[in-house]
Structure formats: C-alpha cells, structure tokens
C-alpha cells in the first residue's frame, strides 16, 4: 500500500542520516577474523572503522541474501567491546531492533575498534546460522563476523579482510586474495556486499577438483572440505559430469556473468545441511560420505546444479523486492516461485542434461513433486501459491508436522510444476520452435560484466516471456499463483506426453531419500510419514491414517500386534491387500496408548510417471544435452 511505503521510505531517510554523522566516508573498514580456534567453535573479529565523533549507529547483518528470513545469527554474538585511543567506548542496543548499535564517538578518536567472537553453535538445523565448524572444518560466512555502519549502501562500504586459519588448512573462496602468509590470508579490498556473498570454505581435509570444461575460457572449481580424507574421492565420471554440468550452463544461458566459479562443497555429518547461492560461488553442505555412497549421491543430485543456476537466477537477475540495498532492510519474497520455482525447474533440468540424474531419475522426482502437492493435500485448498512465497519467512523455519494442512515452502516445487507449464505453452504457442531455453538466453544473457546485480519485475518478466511466445502470462501466472484447488498445476507434465500413476513399486529416488532422512513415506497409501521409530512426522489430512485418529507428534509402536518397524508396516499393508481385517496401528500419545483400525486394502502406493499415448514425448526433448559430451 502506498501509505505504508511512504512510511518505509521516511524512515530509511531518518536511519541514514543518523548514521553518517559519525562516518569518514571513504577510508575502507579493516576486519581481521581469527578462526584458528574454529574446531573449538569460537571464531574472533577485530575492526577498525573510520569515524568521526558524534552519534554511530553500526548494524549486524539480519536479512541474509539467499536465506529470505530476518534471519542473522545475533544471538551468537558475544563479547561485544568498542574503543578509540584504547579507552572504551560504551555501546546500547536498539530497544527495537535487536541488530542495531549506538555508540556516541568521543571527540579526538578517528578509529573505532571492534572486537567480538562468533560462538558456533552445535545444532544442525537452520542455514548458516547452524553448525559451520567441527574439528576438521569451517565455513566462514562473512556476515555472521562483521558489523556495518548505517548510512550507506553495503555496495558502498569498503572493507580489507583477512582471515587466519588452523596451522596447516586449506581453503577456497570466490574471494580475490591479495596475498597468504603461512595460515594467514590478506583478500584484496571488496564491497560488503561482495564479502557477505563470498564465503570461506577451510579443512584439515582439503581437495579441489577443476570442473572448467575444454574450451571454456571462465575457471570453475570444485572446493572439496570434508570431516576425512576418505570423504574427498571423487569418481572420474562424478567429475565429468559437472563438467557437463558446467558447460550445459553455458548453452543454456549463453553468457556468465562471473570472474570465476567454485563449489564450496563441504562433507560433513556435524554441519548443517543446505545449499546457499552466491554470485561467485554456492555454499552447499552435506553428509560426510555423499560422494561414495551411490544412495546419498543421487539424492544430492539437483543440489549444485539448483546453487550453480542461482548464479543467473537469483543473483545476476533477482526481484526488486528482493534485492533491498543494505541488511537491516526487509525483503518482500512473493516473486521467490521465479527466484526459486524455476532454479528448482532448471536444477533438475541442468542435473539431467549432465547425467547426474538419468532420464528416469528427472520423472521420478516429477511424479513425486506432483503428487507430493495434491491431490488430497489439503493445505492448498486454503493457502495458493503466492503466500508460501510471500510467507517464506515462517515457513522455512516451520517443522514438518501437520506441512500437509499448513503447506511448506512450496514455491520450490510447485514453482517448478509452472515452469514446466510455461515450457509447454512455449512449445505449444511456437508450434516446437521455441522453448523456454530460450527465454533463459534472453534474460540471463548480456556480457560478462562480473558479478553485477540486474533487478527485475513480474512485468519484466511478463513482457520477457511475450518476447518468446504472445500470451496472456499475466492471466496464466496469476492464476496459477492465486489457484486454491485441490489440484496440483500438472498442465506442464499432461501438455508434455506424461501422466502421473500409482504403483506399488518404490521408487529408487524415495528410497535414496527415506535412506538420508531415516524415515518411512507411506503418504500415498494410509497418509503417513514416520521416522525409522515410528514417530508420525505427518499424517495427511483427510487419509485413512488421519481419519483413524493418527496426528503428527504420536508414535506407532505396534503393527498387528508386532512390534513397529519400517518393514513390519509395510508387509502388513502389503498383506491387507488379500484381507478384510483392518490394519491395527497401537499408538503411544503423550504418555497414553490407543489403537487405530484403518480400514484400508489399497496396498503400497508410489506415483510413477508413464507416457500418455498419442501426445508428443515433450520430456524427451526438453532433457537432450544442449552441449557436446
Ligand atoms: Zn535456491
């Protein structure tokens, strides 16, 4: 609304007139990080900031670029001291803003010295405000260690940073380094905002494998930190095939827009595990042994192909909303179903074309993305699409209970279902000459500048796709966001030659996934999803389960009569198939047991795609490798 932009907009004048009273404007800000103590998880800071005397404000950074959340670990922030000519400078916190700092700098003090630690926390959950250090590694992610005064644009402050590391570790960064010295590492000037998108990957532990494919004239890296040495195999075929991945990217875009490339990857069961974009470089953490164990490899997949395309889609290119021009200033996410929706459409797409997934991996987890997201998912009958988007901020941190009736962050995978639709419209429109490849070259293409930020709009983008092929997408993508069907969009896989079926078959990809995420997915059958347990981490609403009486917090611990395991489960569902006795759940709630007849004899179910006949196989054409292999 107008009124409340107004607002915004006032009070951002207010804060950066406040800030630069204090500020001498251009000397850059020096920040040392000393994480040699990283195995005993405390990382130290040192700054020095060019000030005047009068009123400072200085900032933690609180809305992380790629995370989408108010989400800077502040709570990890200790020992918090300021001074200038060595005397101490007292500091209050902002009643309001829990990331915000005021000092009042003294007359005669030119520079203010910082010093805090980041304490590193043990728990996995969360992004990189979870677990980044073990005793072998770390991940330096340049927000969580440094503050910034208010009044300027984080492109706009300048800082030099140095990072010293554990005796004998090895890093990688997209970070230029101006020069190392033993464990101590001085990078060259950079904005704050090209530090906080440049993050430090180090180990005991290291390897970097050189994916750039021949010919190609930008270097692209891999950057291997694991927990072992064992860890850091890579197969020959492994590494061709993101070499493949690197140079389908090029077909597919037409342009980089990057000095060089590295995949931070690190390999770790103490770490949190996630994927995080830069412009430069991904962040992506997983399981110690991913690399050698065919069962977590193919579930990680998508994962740097999904980081890698957030290069372009998401960095170079990115909402306006989404692109506010320091960290203290919210982010609006409701166009996160492009930022996101179609990273995920071409990660999948980008895995296939390489040959980490094969063609009927790349079905596979279409026919579960479909049927993961209805029909008989009730929560899209009340919230559409465009609010998991514009509510990303609580429901990344959401727990899997009860994410069938509240929905998730489905702007990943539906997101991806509409992108799939937009392909074949193109297709359709176009008569088979255009695709939406091609409206990847154009909006992503354009000279290698380096890392340069191009906003856009859902107009932008509207008028972008009439360039490729006239429609009203305005109507078709308001629609398909504002939709409260139980139907998922599944326009994109019928106008493509597939349909979604259910077989008592498993999947391989399930059970790659069940094998990581030590759980049980029996969503399609009675409507549950356990742990190994059998604690119920969801049960559908509206599914036998659910109509029983089974909630998501509850733990089964008899089948039949015999005690819960995954296989006694499914070999009585199997077995009821031929029976007309109901399936005897004994559940444990809060201290009470109860048991649950389920009158279900549908057997196991898992949805497959197969081939609609007489429609053109679409699929097909659309996961051909673009580049020579
Ligand atoms: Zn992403």
Same mark, same amino acid.
């Given at each position: 609304?107008?009124?409340?932009?107004?607002?915004? @907009?006032?009070?951002? +004048?207010?804060?950066?007139?406040?800030?630069?009273?204090?500020?001498?404007?251009?000397?850059?800000?020096?920040?040392?990080?000393?994480?040699?103590?990283?195995?005993?998880?405390?990382?130290?800071?040192?700054?020095?900031? =060019?000030?005047?005397?009068?009123?400072?404000?200085? !900032? !933690?950074?609180?809305?992380?670029?790629?995370?989408?959340?108010? &989400?800077?670990?502040?709570?990890?922030?200790?020992? +918090?001291?300021?001074? *200038?000519?060595?005397?101490?400078?007292?500091?209050?916190?902002?009643?309001?803003?829990?990331?915000?700092?005021?000092?009042?700098? =003294?007359?005669?003090?030119? %520079?203010?010295?910082?010093?805090?630690?980041?304490?590193?926390?043990?728990?996995?959950?969360?992004?990189?405000?979870?677990?980044?250090?073990?005793?072998?590694?770390?991940?330096?992610?340049?927000?969580?260690? %440094? +503050? @910034?005064?208010?009044?300027?644009?984080?492109?706009?402050?300048?800082?030099?940073?140095?990072?010293?590391?554990?005796?004998?570790?090895?890093?990688?960064?997209?970070?230029?380094?101006?020069?190392?010295?033993?464990?101590?590492?001085?990078?060259?000037?950079?904005?704050?905002?090209?530090?906080?998108?440049?993050?430090?990957?180090?180990?005991?532990?290291?390897?970097?494998?050189?994916?750039?494919?021949?010919?190609?004239?930008?270097?692209?890296?891999?950057?291997?930190?694991?927990?072992?040495?064992?860890?850091?195999?890579?197969?020959?075929?492994?590494?061709?095939?993101?070499?493949?991945?690197?140079?389908?990217?090029?077909?597919?875009?037409?342009?980089?827009?990057?000095?060089?490339?590295?995949?931070?990857?690190?390999?770790?069961? @103490?770490?949190?595990?996630?994927? +995080?974009?830069?412009?430069?470089?991904?962040?992506?953490?997983?399981?110690?042994?991913?690399?050698?164990?065919?069962?977590?490899?193919?579930?990680?997949?998508?994962?740097?192909?999904?980081?890698?395309?957030?290069?372009?889609? #998401?960095?170079?290119?990115? =909402?306006?909303?989404?692109? =506010?021009?320091?960290?203290?200033?919210?982010?609006?996410? &409701?166009?996160?179903?492009?930022?996101?929706?179609?990273?995920?459409?071409? *990660?999948?797409?980008?895995?296939?074309?390489?040959?980490?997934?094969?063609?009927?991996?790349?079905?596979?987890?279409?026919?579960?993305?479909?049927?993961?997201?209805?029909?008989?998912?009730?929560?899209?009958?009340?919230?559409?699409?465009?609010?998991?988007?514009?509510?990303?901020?609580?429901?990344?941190?959401?727990?899997?209970?009860?994410?069938?009736?509240?929905?998730?962050?489905?702007?990943?995978?539906? #997101?991806?279902?509409?992108?799939?639709?937009?392909?074949?419209?193109?297709?359709?429109?176009?008569?088979?000459?255009?695709?939406? &490849?091609?409206?990847?070259?154009?909006?992503?293409?354009?000279?290698?500048? *380096?890392?340069?930020?191009?906003?856009?709009?859902?107009?932008?983008?509207?008028?972008?796709?009439?360039?490729?092929?006239?429609?009203?997408?305005?109507?078709?993508?308001?629609?398909?966001?504002?939709?409260?069907?139980?139907?998922?969009?599944?326009?994109?896989?019928?106008?493509?030659?597939?349909?979604?079926?259910?077989?008592?078959?498993?999947?391989?990809?399930?059970?790659?996934?069940?094998?990581?995420?030590?759980?049980?997915?029996?969503?399609?059958?009675?409507?549950?999803?356990?742990?190994?347990?059998?604690?119920?981490?969801?049960?559908?609403?509206?599914?036998?389960?659910?109509?029983?009486?089974?909630?998501?917090?509850?733990?089964?611990?008899?089948?039949? *009569?015999?005690?819960?395991?995954?296989? %006694?489960?499914?070999?009585?569902?199997?077995?009821?198939?031929?029976?007309?006795?109901?399936?005897?759940?004994?559940?444990?709630?809060?201290? !009470? @047991?109860?048991?649950?007849?389920?009158? !279900?004899?549908?057997?196991?179910?898992?949805?497959?795609?197969?081939?609609?006949?007489?429609?053109?196989?679409?699929?097909?054409?659309?996961?051909?490798?673009?580049?020579?292999?």
């Amino acid at each position: 609304m107008i009124i409340s932009r107004y607002r915004t @907009y006032m009070v951002c +004048l207010f804060v950066f007139a406040l800030g630069t009273l204090a500020l001498r404007a251009q000397s850059p800000i020096t920040l040392d990080v000393d994480a040699t103590q990283a195995p005993r998880r405390i990382i130290h800071t040192h700054m020095a900031i =060019p000030v005047s005397p009068g009123p400072l404000t200085l !900032y !933690y950074p609180k809305w992380i670029p790629g995370e989408h959340a108010p &989400d800077g670990p502040i709570l990890n922030v200790t020992g +918090l001291k300021f001074s *200038g000519n060595g005397k101490t400078i007292p500091w209050r916190r902002d009643l309001v803003d829990m990331f915000t700092f005021h000092l009042d700098i =003294p007359q005669g003090v030119s %520079v203010l010295d910082v010093k805090f630690d980041y304490v590193e926390p043990t728990s996995t959950a969360g992004f990189t405000a979870g677990a980044s250090a073990t005793d072998n590694l770390v991940v330096i992610s340049w927000n969580q260690n %440094v +503050l @910034y005064p208010a009044g300027r644009r984080a492109q706009d402050i300048v800082l030099k940073a140095s990072l010293k590391l554990p005796e004998g570790w090895k890093f990688g960064t997209a970070l230029p380094v101006a020069r190392r010295e033993g464990n101590e590492i001085e990078f060259k000037p950079a904005s704050l905002n090209r530090l906080v998108d440049s993050p430090v990957s180090a180990s005991r532990f290291y390897r970097v494998v050189d994916v750039t494919p021949p010919g190609e004239p930008v270097h692209h890296e891999i950057d291997l930190a694991a927990d072992s040495q064992a860890a850091l195999k890579m197969s020959p075929e492994l590494k061709q095939e993101y070499t493949n991945l690197v140079a389908e990217t090029g077909k597919l875009f037409g342009a980089r827009h990057y000095r060089d490339y590295h995949f931070l990857l690190t390999l770790s069961n @103490y770490v949190a595990h996630f994927g +995080l974009e830069h412009h430069e470089s991904d962040d992506s953490r997983i399981g110690e042994f991913s690399l050698i164990d065919p069962r977590l490899r193919l579930n990680m997949a998508t994962l740097l192909p999904h980081e890698f395309v957030h290069s372009w889609n #998401g960095k170079f290119r990115r =909402p306006k909303d989404l692109s =506010p021009p320091y960290y203290e200033q919210p982010m609006k996410t &409701d166009m996160l179903w492009v930022y996101e929706g179609l990273t995920q459409y071409l *990660g999948g797409l980008l895995a296939e074309r390489s040959g980490l997934w094969t063609p009927d991996d790349y079905r596979q987890s279409l026919a579960s993305i479909a049927a993961r997201l209805g029909p008989g998912r009730p929560g899209r009958t009340w919230r559409p699409l465009l609010d998991t988007a514009a509510a990303a901020q609580i429901l990344y941190g959401a727990p899997g209970q009860w994410s069938n009736w509240r929905r998730g962050v489905d702007f990943y995978d539906e #997101g991806l279902l509409v992108w799939l639709e937009v392909n074949s419209i193109i297709h359709r429109q176009t008569h088979g000459k255009k695709s939406l &490849d091609d409206f990847c070259r154009l909006f992503y293409g354009g000279p290698n500048d *380096g890392p340069q930020l191009m906003t856009y709009t859902f107009q932008d983008l509207v008028d972008a796709l009439n360039q490729i092929a006239p429609y009203d997408w305005a109507g078709f993508l308001h629609k398909r966001l504002n939709s409260t069907s139980p139907e998922a969009p599944l326009g994109g896989i019928e106008g493509s030659g597939w349909k979604v079926v259910y077989t008592s078959v498993e999947p391989a990809l399930l059970q790659s996934s069940e094998a990581v995420h030590d759980n049980i997915d029996e969503t399609y059958s009675i409507g549950l999803q356990l742990k190994e347990d059998g604690t119920v981490q969801d049960s559908i609403v509206t599914l036998p389960a659910y109509q029983a009486g089974i909630s998501p917090g509850m733990k089964v611990i008899a089948v039949n *009569g015999r005690p819960f395991t995954p296989q %006694v489960l499914r070999l009585a569902l199997r077995a009821g198939t031929t029976s007309k006795e109901p399936l005897r759940l004994r559940v444990l709630n809060d201290g !009470y @047991y109860k048991t649950c007849s389920i009158d !279900y004899h549908g057997g196991e179910r898992f949805p497959h795609l197969v081939r609609e006949a007489g429609r053109p196989d679409l699929l097909d054409e659309m996961l051909k490798p673009l580049a020579a292999q």
